[in-house]
């Protein structure tokens, strides 16, 4: 909005005004160019200009390198002198080539109107009644074959752009009665194996509860982490040297070749699992395929969340499933006989008292020190020697009738260990989260039976390769949505879990739908204010929605760009590509339709709507060349570096906008063709639309009311017309036809 904003104030304000300096300075260049080809022969001006553009090179590289002329300390100061000698050696550069050039030979003036090639192909559209139709039939036709081809051979969809890994989180998990040391133990194991792995800059370690959810969406880690190690890849500029420095091939630095060789070394640690999570750049949960199990029947809630595990096993292309199940474990349950206790004169609170001598201690008061914010319990406990449920048994508690023995009063038993009560809208739940294994493809036969899934390149090449082609088959890429559009029909069609346990997807499969209503909200929203600022401008509906045409063809062009990049379609940059579009590619269409209703005033239609064709043609070329010439680095994902020198291909930042620039390049371009086609289509249908009805209500009226109406002849005079040859008609209102034509007086040479 502000850089259109501002392009608008540039192109009203600013260009006329430096338009009228520059051409100013343009004649005084001139005049310098009219001295140099009057004072010197051609050779000697010819000779200047590779003296002029060697002293703008070498200005230039003053700019960028200031320690050429003014040694190491000139800094800003030798930058600033080097652009002055560039803007000068620009401007002799202009003088030499205006003293150079030669003139072309005056063209003879023609008469009459010629028309372009593009013109010729314009009337022939529009020329008749039947190609418009043709043409609008055969652009409809190409819209919903792009549309149907990408459905069935798309490579899915995504949340947001798969990127490198350039940090990830490992998750050490174990499970068992560890103490701190045994934990840091196994830390430490983990943190040498990752930090002697090639490609591994540095690692922050962390054992036992704490660390750092930098990565994970807000979610909570595993369960049964027993501590977790934040590390970072080496970064993409520095790879060069890392590699040649410990003798690597830079490929191996790759990040997410790094985690892979990483995680293959780590499932041969004994005794614990690892996970090994990338730094999500976008809005993404931990882990995307996230299930969530509801109800407040324990049973069947537990029951329902192992068949859900049971299934995520099973399920190809799923890796590091976890749920939130309470880990296995005891916890002691202590029941106090309140009738016993009140026979011999005592209550819970004091048979309680007493039972946290042994555990946490008896909260005396709170005191602050000096060191602290927050105050600090005063508790009494037994010895740490003595702090054992077995103590429990020799312990005794006053009473009125005496001493009586704690174990009296109170039964203890083993339960099974409840770690944690979760809620949602006062509703329990279980979680069953995975991650989706990268680089894998699913082969579907012709019924759209699954028959495997393999990686992607093994599909390509090998005996995979080649069952495909004898079989048929279909390659379609396993992603995140695809995974849980498969584990949504089996839920549907089988309805494994109890009665009574509902479920829903959240997580990243949340988060995009809840993106995707917001896309799709504001999409209609630009359409209908785009619409009604048309309506008001053209005061046509039939022009209004003929403008907006191009944003369907637009998005035909970023379908197009999808299947020609190989590209998943992203929620977020896709979708805010198509937005984008929605704003450009009408630009295109207001011009024309603009151009015709000015030409349409003083001349006849379809004339009008080929002399609008040519008119704007350029312009529209133009912008549209421009803007995909501007978005092509993008899209192909190079990072040129203008200081140091050189260039970069599909740098973990570059790949973050290629879906975005992938959009706007192939939507701009398909719907500048199109619409260059399909807009004095549609113009001149209805330009035909409105003679073959106006034809027909003639002939219709000359039918029903006789020969001699008005209606007949007029319409015999329509038709006499078209069949005359003359080129030209007089037609004389001030004589009577009945009157005799008299002859003309001929002229004496004095007259």
């Not at 009203?12 to 001295?35: C, Q, W």
């Not at 499970?175 to 800059?201: C, H, Y």
């Not at 998943?568 to 009408?586: K, Q």
Request: one cysteine or more; aromatic letters at 8%; glycine letters at 8%.
């Amino acid at each position: 909005i502000f850089v259109l904003s501002a392009s608008l104030i540039v192109a009203l304000i600013y260009l006329p005004v430096v338009g009228g300096i520059s051409g100013r300075l343009s004649r005084i260049l001139e005049r310098l160019s009219a001295a140099l080809v009057r004072s010197f022969p051609w050779p000697v001006r010819a000779a200047l200009i590779p003296l002029v553009f060697c002293l703008m090179f070498l200005a230039a590289l003053q700019v960028l390198n200031p320690s050429i002329l003014g040694g190491p300390d000139a800094g800003i100061l030798g930058s600033a002198i080097g652009a002055i000698l560039f803007v000068g050696a620009a401007t002799l550069s202009s003088v030499a080539l205006g003293a150079v050039r030669f003139e072309r030979r005056r063209r003879r003036v023609e008469v009459g109107r010629r028309r372009t090639p593009f013109g010729l192909l314009i009337a022939f559209i529009a020329g008749n009644p039947v190609m418009p139709v043709v043409t609008v039939g055969t652009v409809i036709f190409f819209v919903i074959s792009i549309f149907t081809y990408f459905g069935a051979n798309n490579r899915g969809v995504e949340f947001f752009v798969d990127t490198e890994a350039e940090q990830a989180i490992i998750y050490v998990r174990a499970r068992g009665n560890l103490s701190l040391a045994e934990k840091d133990a196994l830390v430490r194991e983990v943190e040498a194996i990752t930090l002697a792995t090639p490609g591994v800059q540095n690692a922050f370690a962390f054992a036992g509860a704490g660390g750092l959810n930098a990565n994970t969406g807000g979610a909570r880690g595993p369960i049964d982490a027993i501590g977790q190690i934040q590390i970072e890849i080496v970064a993409w500029e520095d790879r060069s040297t890392y590699a040649k420095a410990h003798g690597v091939e830079i490929d191996e630095l790759n990040g997410n070749s790094v985690l892979e060789n990483l995680q293959a070394q780590l499932n041969e640690v004994p005794g614990i699992k690892v996970e090994v999570l990338t730094l999500e750049r976008g809005p993404e949960s931990a882990k995307p395929v996230h299930l969530r199990l509801k109800t407040n029947d324990w049973d069947r809630l537990t029951e329902a969340t192992l068949t859900a595990r049971d299934r995520f096993d099973s399920t190809p292309g799923l890796v590091d499933i976890e749920d939130n199940l309470p880990l296995p474990g005891i916890d002691w349950q202590i029941d106090v006989d309140v009738e016993r206790a009140g026979k011999y004169g005592t209550n819970v609170a004091t048979i309680g008292g007493t039972i946290q001598l042994v555990t946490r201690g008896v909260l005396l008061d709170t005191m602050r020190v000096d060191s602290s914010d927050e105050e600090v319990d005063i508790r009494v406990r037994l010895p740490e020697d003595e702090r054992f449920l077995s103590t429990l048994d020799s312990l005794k508690i006053r009473t009125r009738e005496g001493l009586v023995p704690l174990s009296n009063l109170i039964t203890r038993k083993p339960v099974s260990q409840l770690a944690q009560i979760t809620r949602t809208d006062q509703t329990r739940f279980f979680d069953v989260k995975a991650d989706v294994e990268s680089e894998l493809v699913k082969l579907v036969d012709s019924e759209g039976a699954v028959v495997e899934i393999v990686r992607a390149a093994d599909a390509q090449n090998g005996a995979w390769a080649s069952r495909i082609a004898e079989e048929g088959l279909e390659s379609v890429a396993v992603t995140a949505t695809e995974r849980i559009e498969t584990l949504t029909k089996w839920i549907e069609e089988e309805r494994p879990f109890p009665d009574g346990v509902e479920w829903e997807w959240t997580g990243d499969a949340a988060d995009q739908a809840e993106s995707q209503a917001f896309l799709q909200t504001g999409f209609m929203a630009a359409l209908g204010l785009m619409f009604i600022i048309l309506l008001a401008q053209f005061n046509s509906f039939y022009n209004a929605i003929l403008v907006l045409l191009a944003v369907v063809l637009s998005t035909t062009g970023v379908l197009i760009g999808m299947l020609v990049m190989q590209q998943p379609f992203s929620i977020i940059m896709t979708g805010t590509g198509i937005v984008a579009l929605a704003g450009i590619v009408v630009n295109n269409n207001i011009v024309l339709i603009d151009t015709y209703q000015e030409y349409s005033r003083y001349m006849p239609r379809v004339e009008a709507i080929i002399r609008t064709a040519e008119a704007r043609l350029r312009p529209v070329l133009l912008t549209t060349i421009t803007t995909m010439a501007g978005l092509t680095p993008m899209m192909l994902g190079i990072s040129l570096d203008f200081f140091g020198g050189g260039y970069s291909l599909n740098a973990p930042t570059a790949l973050w906008w290629k879906p975005l620039a992938t959009a706007v390049v192939f939507g701009l371009g398909t719907a500048t063709i199109l619409t260059l086609v399909l807009t004095p289509s549609m113009l001149a249908l209805r330009v035909w639309s409105w003679i073959i009805l106006a034809n027909a209500l003639s002939a219709l009226g000359a039918l029903s009311r006789g020969a001699r109406s008005r209606s007949a002849r007029d319409w015999a005079l329509q038709r006499a017309a078209r069949k005359a040859k003359g080129t030209e008609l007089v037609w004389d209102t001030d004589t009577d036809p009945a009157e005799p034509v008299l002859p003309l007086r001929e002229l004496r040479a004095a007259e």
